[in-house]
C-alpha cells in the first residue's frame, strides 16, 4: 500500500502577540513548521505503516525550495520518502491550482492508495486544497476525519461533524483530511534524522507533472486578492475586577440585560 | 466560458433528517441582499429526498427553490452531492453560487468548484457587490484572523464561496412572499459505488451543538483540573449553552477535541461567548473573536484575552463563576432564550 501524505510548511506562529494599540500581529519568528494537522495526517499514515506490512509513506509538498526541510522532517519522523513540487510557475497558485499541480504529483507517483492531508492548514485556512485534489483525480474524499480503519481496498471513517460523528466506509483509491483529535504526533528519530539527511526528494517542476504555465499560478488560478486589509479590533473592553462586594457580576449582568442576551 | 450566460444568485440550503437548518436562513439574508444589488432572481438548491415546508424558504427571501432529489442524494456523501450541484449549476447558471462554511459546505463546495473549474473563497464574513464591475467581493479572515483579504473571481463563472455561519442574521420571515418551488429529479445519477453512509452518531457530550448555540462558555488551563472545569459545564447547562474549550484543555483531557475552539478547531460566531481561564493565544483568538459579544474571565489582567473581550472581570473563575450562577439562578425574571425562533424550526 502507497499512502502519499500532503504536508504544507507554515509559519510557525506559536509566541504571535497582538499589539493591543493596533490589534498587528507581532510575530516572532520561529521559523517556519510543518502544518500541525498534517502532522497528524503523517503520523495516522506511519500508524498504518506500523500495523501493515508493505506500506510505503511518501511526503508531498508544494512551496519554495525551502519547504525541502518539511519533507526531511516527515522522513525524520519516519516517512520513507518524498518528493517536492517547486519553481516559479506554481508561484501565486490559488487552491484550484494548488490541486492541481498536487493531483499530477500524486497522479505521477504511480499507484497511491490512500492520501492524507490536514484538514486545513493554519496560514490560509480554507481547507479546500484536499476536496480539490480528490475531485481532480477523481476519487472519493472524506473530510474532518478522527477516526480511520483501513482494510486492504477501503477506509471507514468517523467524521467530526456539526453536534455529532458521521461514520463512512469509502472504497481506496480515497483522500481523507484529518483533525487533531485523530492521534498524538510523534517525534524524529535519531536513526530517522540519519536516514533524512541521506535521503534524496527530486524537486519536479511544471514540466515533470506535464503541466503548462497556464494551468499554474496565477494564470491558472480563477480568484484574485483584490485587498489585504488590517480587521478593525473595534471592542472597547469594560474591565472589573472581581472583589468581595458582587458588584463586578452584577455589572456584568446588567451588561447582558442591555444588549438583550441574557 | 462566456460569462454573461451566468446570471442570477444561488444559495445552497441545508437540511438535516428532512429539516431546513437555520444557516439556510443567514445564507438567504446573504443572498436576497446581493440579488437586490445586481436586480437578479435569488434561488436556493437543497438536496434531499423529503424536505419539509419548502415554502419557508421563500418566506426568507428565495425567488426560487430547486429541491433536488434522487436516490443517491438521501444523505449526505460528498461525491453525489457534488456530482448532483454540478449538474444543477449547469443546468441554471447562476453568476454566484454561496453554501454555509459548515462541515458540509466546506466539504462540497471544493468539488463542485473543481468539477466546474472556478474558484471558490472559504469562510467568508463579508461578501459584496463591486458596483462598477458588479462582480462579487469575497472578503475572508486569514491567518489567524490577523488579516482580512478581499478575493474576485473575475473570469470564470460562478463565483463560489462559502460564508461563515452565523456571520449574517437569518433572514426576515415574510409570508406574503412568493416563489417557485421545481422537484429536480435526478434519479437517473446513480448511487455511489465507493462512498456508503453508515451511521450518524450524537456527540453524548455537547448537550448543545456547539456550531448551533447562541451561547458558548469556554474553559481554559486557568481552571487548573478536570474538575474546575466542570464549572464551564455547570455555567453551561445553566445557559443552555455550548461547552467549549481552549487547546491546552483538550490536551489535558478534560475535554474532547470536538469541543475545541481555535485554529487546530472549531470556528465560532455565537451570540455570546464566555472564556473562562483563557490566556487568549492568537490561535484561540481565531477560532472566536468574530462572536458577537465576548465576555473574558481571567486572574490576570494583562491576559490577552481582554483585548478581545467586550467585558472583562478580573478575577479568580472559582470565586466569580459560583457568584455568576447564584446571581443567575436567584434572578427569576431573567430568562434565557431557548434558542431564536428560528432554531425552532
Known amino acids: 500500500m502507497r499512502i502519499a501524505v500532503l504536508i504544507k510548511q507554515v509559519p510557525g506562529t506559536d509566541n504571535v502577540k497582538m499589539d493591543p494599540e493596533t490589534g498587528v500581529m507581532i510575530r516572532t519568528n520561529k521559523g517556519n513548521i510543518i502544518n500541525p494537522l498534517d502532522e497528524n495526517a503523517l503520523e495516522e499514515a506511519l500508524r498504518i505503516k506500523r500495523s501493515r506490512e508493505d506500506v510505503q509513506v511518501l511526503a508531498v509538498s508544494m512551496g519554495p525550495e525551502s519547504a525541502m526541510k518539511a519533507i526531511k522532517e516527515a522522513v525524520a519522523m519516519g516517512a520513507d520518502g518524498g518528493v517536492l513540487l517547486s519553481g516559479r510557475a506554481f508561484a501565486g497558485s490559488d487552491t484550484i491550482a494548488t490541486a492541481r499541480a498536487l493531483a499530477a504529483a500524486i497522479s505521477k507517483l504511480g499507484d497511491v492508495n490512500l492520501v492524507l492531508c490536514g484538514e486545513r492548514a493554519t496560514d490560509g485556512e480554507t481547507g479546500q486544497t484536499g476536496p480539490m485534489i480528490a475531485a481532480t483525480l477523481g476519487i472519493p474524499v472524506q473530510t474532518y476525519v478522527q477516526r480511520l480503519e483501513v482494510a486492504d481496498d477501503a477506509v471507514k471513517v468517523e467524521r467530526v461533524v456539526e453536534g455529532g460523528f458521521e461514520q463512512v466506509k469509502v472504497q481506496l483509491p480515497a483522500l481523507i483530511t484529518v483533525v487533531k483529535g485523530i492521534n498524538e504526533p510523534g517525534f524524529p528519530t535519531l536513526t530517522g534524522k540519519v536516514r533524512a539527511r541521506d535521503a534524496v526528494v527530486p524537486v519536479w517542476g511544471a514540466d515533470d507533472l506535464g503541466l503548462s504555465p497556464e494551468e499554474l499560478g496565477l494564470k491558472g488560478s480563477p480568484t484574485r486578492v483584490v485587498k489585504i486589509f488590517s480587521p478593525k479590533l473595534s471592542r472597547s473592553t469594560l ?11 452584577n455589572e456584568l449582568l446588567k451588561f447582558l440585560a442591555d444588549r438583550d442576551i441574557v | 466560458m462566456d460569462i454573461q450566460n451566468y446570471k442570477g444568485v444561488m444559495v445552497l440550503g441545508e437540511q438535516k433528517d428532512g429539516h431546513i437548518r437555520p444557516v439556510t436562513f443567514e445564507l438567504l439574508n446573504r443572498g436576497r441582499d446581493l440579488a437586490d444589488k445586481l436586480g437578479v432572481e435569488l434561488s436556493c438548491s437543497i438536496l434531499g429526498n423529503e424536505i419539509e415546508d419548502l415554502t419557508e424558504i421563500i418566506y426568507r427571501g428565495a425567488d426560487k427553490v430547486f429541491h433536488v432529489a434522487g436516490p443517491a442524494l438521501a444523505g449526505f456523501l460528498p461525491g453525489p452531492y457534488a456530482r448532483a450541484l454540478v449538474r444543477l449549476v449547469q443546468e441554471e447558471r447562476p453568476e454566484i453560487f454561496i453554501a454555509a462554511a459548515t462541515t458540509t459546505g466546506r466539504t462540497v463546495m471544493p468539488l463542485v468548484a473543481a468539477g466546474l473549474k472556478t474558484g471558490l473563497t472559504a469562510d467568508c464574513t463579508l461578501l459584496d457587490i463591486d458596483d ?86 469556554a474553559g481554559g488551563k486557568g481552571l487548573k483540573t478536570r474538575d474546575g472545569f466542570k464549572l464551564v459545564e455547570e455555567l453551561a447547562r445553566l445557559l443552555g449553552a455550548g461547552v467549549g474549550a481552549s487547546r491546552d484543555v483538550v490536551d489535558l483531557g478534560w475535554a474532547s477535541y470536538p469541543h475545541q475552539i481555535g485554529l487546530s478547531g472549531k470556528t465560532v460566531s455565537p451570540k455570546l461567548y464566555i472564556a473562562v481561564g483563557i490566556s487568549g493565544k492568537v490561535q484561540h483568538l481565531a477560532g472566536m473573536q468574530t462572536s458577537e459579544t465576548i465576555v473574558a474571565i481571567n486572574r490576570d489582567p494583562e491576559a490577552q484575552i481582554f483585548q478581545v473581550a467586550d467585558f472583562g472581570i478580573v478575577g479568580d473563575a472559582f470565586e466569580v463563576l459560583p457568584e455568576l450562577m447564584g446571581a443567575l439562578k436567584n434572578a427569576p425574571g431573567r430568562r434565557l432564550r431557548e434558542g431564536s425562533e428560528d432554531n425552532a424550526l
Open chain 1, 239 to 249: 474591565l472589573h475586577r472581581q472583589d468581595n462586594t458582587g458588584r463586578a457580576v
Open chain 2, 132 to 217: 462598477k464591475e458588479k462582480i462579487l467581493l469575497q472578503t475572508r479572515p486569514a491567518i489567524g484572523g490577523n488579516i482580512m483579504a478581499t478575493i474576485k473571481t473575475p473570469f470564470t463563472r460562478p463565483q463560489m464561496a462559502t460564508v461563515r455561519p452565523r456571520s449574517a442574521r437569518p433572514a426576515h420571515r415574510d409570508e406574503s412572499r412568493t416563489g417557485l418551488i421545481s422537484v429536480k429529479n435526478y434519479g437517473d445519477s446513480p448511487v455511489s459505488a465507493v462512498e456508503r453512509f453508515l451511521a450518524y452518531v450524537p456527540d453524548a457530550t455537547q448537550e448543545v451543538s456547539i456550531e448551533d448555540a447562541d451561547i458558548i462558555v
